[in-house]
């Protein structure tokens, strides 16, 4: 099968998404590390046929590999625009001094520095540096939101400075630039009329499949990360399986797995990985499965090869890289009280300051102090779900009373204030106000693939599974070869 490789722009459903995995990952994290793993390995190679070198995707990737600079140059007359930018991108390839100073050889006037950002730098000691004027500064920080990043530079960054006259000690900044993200740079470029433009460079990205596989002997987490599955991925597959299997205390020895994901290059170097496509679970002896979909309307969600939704409204853990402290109980020794009192909600031990998140779309009802609860948020779904999050160090200082807030948006930060002993978020989750045990209260399903999807979704996922399926064998044959070659 060939078939060019997905160079696409991620979707913004799906980095909502991966803000809901990270909070799963923590739990998973930390709840099990009681259990290790012996594993499969993981296989990468592009969509298509990897062992022929003419396949298409392979021609694909080298035509997508130089970036468009050419309208980014900038005007210095004097200039020849491409001598600037070769000469730009060489110190770049070398092991990054703290600055390196290159001198354009056809012409000596303009020189680009490359300055490392160091602890207690900003923007405003860049320039001075340079004796740079600060109302240039100025200009350029009211370029827009994306030239205003430059005001929150982050120890070891870089950014790159074209300079002229340097020698006369009459510095002029001709361009500026500097990486939003290993997908975009921001190029602030000096214009004709001596005035400042921002402008965004989009680089291209390159989607590859990959397959993660293992088998479980003590722990998911580990058996992930033992066969090189990024922690993204991890966290992901536990949100799709979430509410079919608890990874809390359904893992069993001999689960297997095997993953279909995104891996993302640039410039042939992967740079991050994407969304899960596809993905097997076998747990105790029951196989799962599901596909991921995008319907007409860009809606992405994931389902069962037959269609039936996997997902519930609802995050089961609403916290970030943390463990269930204490689980739900009508009847619990209170930690602080002393005495035995109904707990109504679920505790997860976080350290201080751990961002905890909306398990819901919805609404903050509440935002202040209530008592024992300490600094708590509630919030209302709709008619009938509630959810509370107490003992917090802080508010999310962009939300107050009143407003909306997304599903996985921050919304506060694990603390210990009112009662508690140590910092840890209490979770509520309420249906008609009374409490229910948020880590097994009935949830609606989401509504399965629509009828007039159905025949896209049904094609689409079948090339899923069958893809999954072939590197799945593709591994297997190349892990047995491996052990004959070794005996
Ligand atoms: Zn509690």
Do not use: C
Not at 123 to 130: E, G, P, R, T, V
Not at 213 to 231: K, L, M, V, W
Not at 316 to 343: C, K, W
Request: proline share 6%; aromatic share 8%; no cysteine.
């Amino acid at each position: 099968m060939h078939r060019p490789m997905a160079i696409k722009n991620r979707s913004h459903m799906s980095f909502r998404k991966r803000s809901h995995n990270l909070l799963r990952f923590g739990v998973l994290a930390v709840g099990l590390t009681s259990l290790g793993a012996v594993i499969g390995k993981v296989s990468e190679h592009p969509f298509g046929s990897h062992d022929d070198p003419l396949a298409p995707s392979n021609q694909l990737s080298a035509s997508v590999l130089p970036p468009p600079v050419i309208s980014l140059t900038p005007s210095i007359d004097s200039t020849p625009p491409s001598a600037s930018i070769a000469d730009h991108a060489q110190p770049s390839n070398q092991i990054p001094p703290e600055q390196t100073v290159d001198a354009t050889p056809e012409n000596p006037e303009l020189k680009t520095v490359d300055v490392t950002i160091e602890k207690g730098s900003s923007l405003s000691k860049i320039f001075a540096q340079f004796s740079l004027p600060t109302s240039e500064l100025d200009q350029i920080l009211k370029l827009g939101s994306d030239a205003k990043s430059l005001t929150r530079l982050r120890t070891g960054e870089s950014i790159s400075l074209e300079l002229s006259n340097e020698h006369a000690g009459d510095a002029q900044l001709q361009r500026l630039s500097y990486d939003l993200g290993f997908d975009r740079t921001l190029h602030v470029v000096r214009t004709e009329d001596g005035d400042f433009k921002a402008e965004v460079e989009q680089h291209p990205l390159e989607y590859r499949q990959a397959l993660g596989r293992g088998t479980i002997h003590d722990s998911f987490y580990n058996a992930a990360t033992e066969a090189g599955i990024a922690p993204d991925i991890v966290m992901q597959l536990a949100d799709i399986f979430g509410w079919k299997i608890n990874f809390l205390t359904d893992i069993k020895d001999g689960d297997s797995f095997s993953i279909l994901y995104e891996s993302v290059y640039k410039n042939g170097e992967q740079v991050t990985t994407g969304d899960i496509l596809a993905a097997s679970f076998t747990n105790n002896g029951k196989l799962y499965q599901a596909v991921r979909y995008s319907d007409s309307t860009g809606n992405t969600a994931y389902y069962t090869p037959d269609g039936k939704s996997l997902e519930r409204g609802f995050l089961r853990y609403p916290v970030e890289f943390s463990r269930i402290s204490s689980g739900f109980s009508h009847s619990r020794l209170h930690p602080v009280l002393n005495v035995v009192r109904e707990h109504k909600g679920v505790d997860f031990a976080a350290p201080a300051g751990t961002p905890i998140r909306a398990s819901a779309d919805g609404k903050i009802t509440f935002q202040g102090w209530k008592g024992g609860y300490g600094k708590v948020v509630m919030l209302q779904h709709d008619g009938v779900y509630s959810t509370v999050y107490g003992h917090m160090s802080r508010f999310e200082p962009s939300l107050s009373q009143g407003e909306s807030v997304k599903q996985g948006q921050v919304i506060g930060y694990v603390g210990a204030t009112g009662y508690a002993t140590g910092p840890h978020l209490h979770y509520e989750f309420r249906i008609n106000g009374a409490h229910q045990d948020p880590l097994s209260a009935k949830l609606p399903e989401a509504m399965p693939i629509a009828a007039n999807q159905r025949p896209r979704f049904l094609s689409e996922s079948a090339q899923l599974m069958t893809q999954l399926a072939r590197m799945e064998n593709e591994a297997k044959t190349a892990s047995l070869n491996t052990d004959t070659r070794n005996e």
